[in-house]
């Protein structure tokens, strides 16, 4: 039995299996182990974060990913000339040292669910697997799908993408993972996948998660198709069932995003991410109540992420309490895709908390009742360890990914 000790500061919390429950008097005495949550004032016991849109395979970027021989003048480019070229070359070893290391990271920064969007396109079966057995054995929240896409090997690629969601929906039965289907995005796939990815996520009634209009090409390219945009294609094509994950819609208009809101879909906004790619600021995400906050694979320290949040949104016209109100959003987007109650700290909530004093790494973290960070130390796993397979494995991938045609 463990004890979350709040003293004077009250009130305290005890763990029973997966959930908070309130102290018992009769357990005073028993075994418990006790957790201080009260050595000052300012400690709070709190909710996890959710980072509800991440990339995993991303995760030895700061262990020297070189810089690309020419500069990208545009999102696409950012994209060609970096970020497919990270996930051509990734294998087995490094997407698992890859995302080890970020898990750790996020945990250590209080972050207790993860929504991921994988592509390794030289590594396709048994993806899933990898990430999600690292979630499983270092204890975060996983939700994760395979973003099948055209742009390497045609149709052939894409439907390998779809199988290996599909393997892994039948297949995973880990506590603390669930599968999505996922495509990459509107512009690099066909009409037959999007509704070859619809139809699997209607079938395995599973959400499905896409990026939508992050940047101005998305939306040149569905309307060169016959499309008003992507949304309208990806909509149209039945591939976004309610509950689905949408990224990014930086450049959806006002009436788009209710007609997403009206689908029943989650948004997520990713500040960082969208400033870095100097893509624009999604302004129209105002017209939903159902925006979520992610990283798109920049470290899992959501903190910062919100700050960046309200910094943007405010230089944008944003109300604080519309931006506030997406970050308690994304713990609703986590309930769905879970279906349990996260976001509270109350009776009955699974025991995913975090202990600390706000604006600093929380000293202990809890993820569905099982203790997984001590002292501010990963307990799951020797980050030392997982710090140094991160670095073993960079060189050989920054080679592979610079010997790409
Ligand atoms: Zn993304």
């Keep these: 039995m463990m004890l979350l000790d709040r003293g004077t500061l009250g009130p305290s919390w005890q763990v029973e299996r997966d959930r908070l429950a309130p102290v018992k008097v009769s357990l005073v005495g028993g075994p418990v182990s006790r957790l201080d949550c009260a050595w000052d004032e300012r400690v709070e016991v709190r909710p996890g974060f959710v980072n509800a849109h991440t990339h995993l395979y991303s995760g030895l970027a700061s262990f020297g990913m070189p810089a690309p021989k020419t ?3 545009n999102f696409v480019e950012i994209l060609q000339r970096v970020w497919w070229r990270l996930d051509r070359a990734l294998d087995e ?3 698992r040292a890859s995302a080890r290391y970020a898990i750790a990271d996020a945990l250590l920064s209080g972050c207790t669910t993860l929504v991921d969007h994988h592509e390794s396109p030289g590594f396709i079966d048994g993806s899933l697997d990898v990430l999600a057995d690292a979630a499983q054995s270092l204890g975060v929240r996983l939700a994760v799908g395979y973003g099948a896409t055209e742009r390497n090997g045609g149709a052939d690629e894409a439907r390998r993408g779809l199988l290996e969601c599909e393997r892994f ?4 039965r880990r506590s603390l993972v669930r599968g999505m289907v996922a495509l990459h995005a509107s512009f690099t796939v066909s009409d037959e996948t999007i509704r070859a990815a619809g139809e699997l996520a209607w079938e395995r009634t599973a959400p ?8 101005v090409a998305d939306v040149e390219d569905a309307k060169q198709r016959g499309y008003e945009g992507p949304l309208e294609r990806l909509l149209h094509l039945e591939a976004l069932p309610p509950g689905s994950v949408v990224a990014h819609g930086v450049h959806l208009d006002v009436s788009q995003v209710e007609r997403a809101d009206g689908a029943g879909v989650w948004l997520v906004q990713n500040p960082r991410s969208n400033e870095g790619n100097r893509v624009g600021y999604p302004s129209a995400l105002k017209a939903s109540a159902h925006v979520a906050v992610g990283t ?9 992420e919100f700050a960046a949040l309200r910094r943007l949104g405010h230089a944008h016209g944003d109300e604080t309490q519309v931006l506030e109100a997406r970050i308690a959003t994304s713990q609703d ?11 509270e700290v109350a009776a009955g909530a699974p025991a ?12 202990h973290v809890l993820v569905s009742g099982r203790r997984v960070v001590a002292d501010g130390k990963l307990v ?11 670095h073993e494995a960079a060189p050989a991938l920054w080679r592979r990914m610079e010997a790409l045609p």
Excluded: C, I, Y
Excluded at 296 to 304: I, R
Excluded at 380 to 390: M, P
């Design 296 to 304: 798109d694979g920049w470290p899992a320290q959501m903190e910062t």
């Design 208 to 215: 499905m998660h896409v990026h939508v209009a992050e940047d």
């Design 333 to 343: 987007l986590a309930s769905s895709l879970f279906k349990v109650h996260l976001g």
């Design 93 to 95: 070893q490094t997407l």
């Design 71 to 73: 500069q990208p003048a």
């Design 352 to 363: 995913d908390v975090t202990v600390g004093v706000p604006g600093e790494r929380p000293r």
């Design 380 to 390: 799951t796993g020797d980050l030392e360890e997982l710090r140094a397979r991160a």
């Design 169 to 172: 929906l039948k297949e995973n």
